[in-house]
């Protein structure tokens, strides 16, 4: 009872008291529910229908809240997610203090969003605070390291010669309208479980379909978080989620068995797990029972069985949807931008002539570099990042004082849109902004030390797929391609992208 006194009123009171000293205002917030029907019944009006025309003016329609309460109460305003405060801000100074080491310790993932990733993420990476996180974090690292992605480098031309024989296949077989955004998902799917998991696509299949399906029946069950304990109130959907979790968890449990027999066969040095993610696991769970035998563990964090199953669903999580909507988004804009289509295939012609790209090719895709960032500029698959204080924290040289409690919402995609920082074409497909290197204020992968550690990953795997896709294909833009990005989780067009593709009449086949 104190427990739920504490989180549902005096924290929000002590919270409440602490901004509003300091002038931070926000739209007037009810008991529990805060403003959560504002938002929802905003983003239902804002997404209730298509763009219209190509335009990528977006924020108003995904994160029309922010637009209405940024106007009324100042940049830095406060609203309240159920008994959850989330304070916006976006000035670069206080966004980049916050994201520093110096915050680290200081901050993570809140209660809210734990529970609401419960089923798909667990513990994994993504959700993991404190000490915790600080292990994790050290032991997956460095399976992205730069020297290990060169070797996966063939990995990922392989997997993409697939998908151009599946795209080529469809042309012949239903014609040249296809929708590429489920290509694309499939693709990055088999790259990720190829290189990390030492498996398929295929087989990784159910795995894919189960995280899919956990998700969307987590936000469903999740709508009610807000209310006191609801997360023991019977639920329809519990019994599904507890099902298919089950299943999901059985799966990933045989394939890190097989991957453990066949590293146990010593076969693993060349394989891909013995390079990837799930052969990192492995050895640290290895010395973590290897402590245990010896009675020389002293209870620091590390990988038991559950702790492994959460990174593995936390990775084909992570690698999977944000990969295959940055490939799907760029070729939108690339078929509705011809120019800087033929711009980026000359390019891969004249670095890799007929050739699949090697690790050396990459960086001199200097313009394809340009065309993945304004892609993720205008079109980021996390819009939003959000930050807890754990314990009081300043911002800002002292300006804003963050309580204990409270979380720090950036909206990276109002950021990504700003004019004062993009200038007045801050709406339109301009690569070349990105012509000297890194943009102003850009924080697709967020930044400092728990920014995204599959980073120069998804660069290496864009680069790979986008340039044999270009050097594959002419694609334009469907006429059957309606404009409408909607934000579940991640950023991504409700109705898919159907493109004409036109295969490349080579004198041989290049892939
Ligand atoms: C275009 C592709 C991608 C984008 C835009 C992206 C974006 C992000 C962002 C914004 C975060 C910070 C989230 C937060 O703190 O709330 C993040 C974290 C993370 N990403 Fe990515 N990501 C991408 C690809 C990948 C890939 C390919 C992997 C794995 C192979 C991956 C694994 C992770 C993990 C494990 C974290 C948590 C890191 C931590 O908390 O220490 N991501 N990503």
């Known amino acids: 009872a104190w427990v ?18 300091q002038g931070v205002r926000g739209p007037p917030a009810r008991l529990l529910v805060g403003n959560l029907r504002d938002v929802s019944a905003l983003v239902a009006e804002a997404t209730a229908g298509d763009v219209g025309s190509l335009n990528h003016d977006i924020v108003g329609r995904l994160l029309p809240h ?24 976006t000035d670069p100074g206080m966004v980049r203090e916050l994201l520093s080491s110096r915050h680290a310790h200081a901050t993570g993932k809140s209660w809210m969003q734990r529970q609401g ?17 600080v292990h994790q974090r050290h032991v997956v690292a460095p399976a992205f390291m730069a020297d290990r992605l060169k070797g996966r480098v063939g990995h990922m031309v392989e997997c993409t010669r697939g998908a151009v024989r599946a795209l080529r296949e469809a042309v012949a077989r239903e014609g040249n309208e296809v929708e590429v955004g489920k290509h694309m998902a499939r693709l990055a799917g088999d790259i990720i479980a190829r290189t990390e998991f030492d498996t398929s696509y295929d087989t990784g299949k159910r795995i894919f379909s189960l995280i899919e399906e956990l998700q969307r029946l987590t936000a469903r069950s999740s709508r009610y978080l807000w209310v006191p304990g609801s997360q023991y109130f019977p639920s329809k959907y519990r019994r599904e989620i507890r099902r298919l979790n089950a299943e999901l ?18 076969r693993t040095p060349s394989s891909a797990c013995g390079m990837g993610l799930l052969g990192m696991l492995l050895a640290e769970t290895e010395k973590k029972n290897k402590k245990k035998r010896n009675s020389d563990d002293k209870g ?32 939108m804009l690339l078929a509705t931008n011809p120019a800087w289509q033929d711009r980026a295939r000359a390019e891969v012609a004249a670095v890799c002539g007929d050739a699949p790209p090697t690790a050396d090719h990459l ?4 313009v394809l570099q340009m065309v993945i960032n304004e892609t993720l500029r205008l079109y980021p698959p996390a819009t939003l990042l959000p930050r ?28 990504h849109h700003d004019e004062a920082v993009w200038g007045p074409d801050a709406h339109e497909f301009r690569p070349d902004r990105f012509a000297s290197g890194r943009g102003r204020f850009f924080l697709p992968f967020a930044s400092g ?24 294909f002419r694609f334009g833009i469907s006429d059957e391609y309606r404009h409408a990005p909607v934000n579940v989780l991640t950023l991504r067009p409700r109705h898919g992208v159907p493109v004409r593709l036109l295969p490349l009449a080579t004198t041989r086949p290049r892939y």
């Open 300 to 331: 620091e964090p590390g990988y038991d069985a559950q702790m492994m199953i959460d990174e593995c669903k936390t990775f084909f999580f992570a690698g999977h949807e944000t990969s295959a909507l940055l490939l799907t988004w760029a070729i």
């Open 449 to 472: 030390p728990r920014n995204c550690v599959g980073q120069a990953y998804a660069m290496v795997e864009a680069k790979v797929v986008l340039a044999m896709v270009l050097a594959s």
């Open 4 to 21: 739920t006194l504490c989180c549902y009123v005096l924290t929000p009171v002590r919270i409440r008291r602490a901004l509003a000293g």
């Open 388 to 415: 807890m204080a754990f314990e009081d924290i300043t911002l800002g040289s002292g300006e804003l004082r963050v309580p204990r409690g409270a979380s720090v919402w950036i909206p990276v995609l109002a950021i």
């Open 117 to 133: 990733a419960r089923h798909f993420i667990g513990g994994g990476l993504i959700m993991a605070n404190g000490a915790a996180w």
């Open 249 to 266: 968890e059985r799966l990933l449990q045989e394939s890190i068995q097989r991957s453990r027999e066949i590293a146990d066969e010593g």
């Open 363 to 366: 960086p001199k895709l200097t």
């Open 66 to 89: 922010y637009v209405r309460w940024s106007k009324a109460y100042g940049k830095l305003f406060v609203y309240w997610y159920g008994s959850e405060p989330r304070v916006c801000v």
